[in-house]
């Protein structure tokens, strides 16, 4: 007799942003397929991961986009075993970048090596949108989450029931990606959803473009140099993109790893909204090779566009650390700011890094989040029906207020996983 219902094992992601991973099996059955296994950051900057399931149940991993906080955890799997991994070509390409970066910052907490990494990426497999898979007896499709490029909503079908899990997904146009493909997913029994800004409205996405140029504008005219720390996957692209798009008139600078994964989505230009934006970008900024160039990029009224995003190092925090001081430069914050990093304390505290220099140069923090909203989270639930949502990668009270307001508005039964938990549902 067929099995019927699906069994998830919440490994992380329950209760917090990011680190997520979850285990689908059909009920009553051990085997089944993993979706993500990330890491997290604690205050300290020390790697959290995320719980494991026995690696010999483990019958696939699909890696839904290639942010540490979907894939870090995903290499401790190839210590004992060799589990198949499926993800699109681009998130296969940078988590061979991200993972490699981590171990070099983060070797010694961690309990996998370069091997582990390699030998996931021997096993791995790429996918497609609009793709289906049979892994025994279990069938997954992915779909674009809208989110990064490359990044899935995978289906799975198994025991009777079709289970959404969004990764972490967009709802809305951005010049770097197209919204997420709602329309394709279908009705769902049960949606395991992300809801990082499910109490939050973002801006108008135009209105934080045009906050920007316009901040641009203002400070080139009076002579500064525009900073934009900015995350190395996508983030940096969008701004990029935002600014080939209208010319500033002065040299721009990129540097740091935003510039291998502008080589990773050029080469993969299907994954992307509006390629040539990109390539015109990529093709008319100047990229930084050497400590020439980056000498040069703050010397002179310019805009840089540097990693890391929360100037946790990188080039971005080499740059703050010369134009900060003056009052005609700017730094504009562009991406999340966990508590505790050196953007965070810039926009607490105004104080420069390691040190108790003010910062001089004018601070500003947009919002270009590449997560949807609660309306763009509400959306996803209204357009696949399910009856039971599964609430992920939130803060709990964020995720309460979701929870609410998703069981206020359809009709469905919400639960927050928790860490360590197991949510069984039946046809
Ligand atoms: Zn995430
Ligand atoms: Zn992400």
């Known amino acids: 007799m067929e099995t019927q219902g699906v069994t998830l094992r919440v490994l992380g992601g ?22 993500d296994a990330g890491v997290n950051f604690d205050d300290e900057d020390r790697p959290v991961f995320a719980s494991t399931y026995p690696p010999r149940y483990v019958r ?47 070797g010694y907490y961690s309990p996998y090596e370069h091997g582990e990494v390699k030998r996931l990426l021997e096993n791995s497999s790429e996918v497609r949108y609009g793709q289906r898979l049979e892994i025994d007896g279990v069938e997954a499709a992915f779909y674009s989450a809208g989110h990064i490029p490359g990044s899935v909503f995978t289906v799975i079908e ?18 770097l990606m197209k919204p997420a493909q709602l329309d394709m997913v279908g009705r769902l029994d049960v949606l395991v959803t992300e809801a990082t800004y499910g109490a939050t409205l973002h ?9 920007l140029l316009a901040i641009v504008e203002e400070v080139l005219d009076s002579g500064g140099t525009v900073l934009i720390p900015a995350f190395s996957i996508a983030r940096g692209q969008e ?43 990529y093709e008319s900024f100047n990229i930084v090779r050497g400590w020439r160039d980056r000498h040069r990029a703050w010397r002179q009224k310019s805009i840089i566009i540097a990693s890391a995003g929360m100037l946790k190092g990188g080039p971005s925090l080499y740059y703050l650390k010369r134009i900060g001081g003056n009052p005609r430069n700017a730094v504009v914050l562009v991406s999340f700011q966990a508590p505790g990093s050196v953007g965070r304390r810039l926009v607490e505290e105004g104080l420069m890094p390691s040190s108790e220099e003010p910062l001089r140069a004018r601070l ?3 919002d270009f989040s590449s997560h949807a909203d609660r309306n763009g989270l509400l959306e996803v639930v209204r357009k696949t029906k399910p009856s039971k949502v599964v609430v992920v990668h939130s803060e709990p009270d964020v ?5 609410e307001r998703v069981a206020a508005e359809h009709d469905a039964e919400v639960i927050i996983a928790s860490n360590d938990a197991e949510y069984t549902f039946k046809p």
């Open 14 to 35: 329950g209760g917090e942003v990011g680190r997520l991973s979850i285990l689908v099996r059909p009920a009553g059955r051990r085997e089944g397929v993993l979706v």
């Open 60 to 106: 696939a991993i699909i890696l839904s986009h290639a942010h540490l906080d979907h894939i870090g955890t995903a290499p401790m799997y190839f210590i004992s075993s060799e589990p198949p991994v499926y993800a699109t070509r681009p998130t296969l390409r940078m988590a061979k970048l991200m993972l490699e970066d981590f171990l070099k910052l983060n």
């Open 399 to 403: 995720a309460k207020a979701f929870a």
């Open 203 to 211: 801006p108008p996405r135009e209105r934080a473009e045009k906050r």
């Open 158 to 175: 198994a025991g009777g029931l079709r289970v959404g899990v969004t990764g972490d997904i967009n709802t809305v146009e951005t010049k």
């Open 364 to 366: 500003e923090w947009l």
């Open 239 to 281: 701004i990029m993109m935002i600014l080939a798009a209208h010319d500033p008139g002065v040299p721009v600078y990129v540097d740091g790893m935003i510039r291998q994964v502008t080589e990773i989505f050029i080469e993969n230009s299907e994954y992307i909204n509006n390629p040539s934006l990109l390539r015109k970008a």
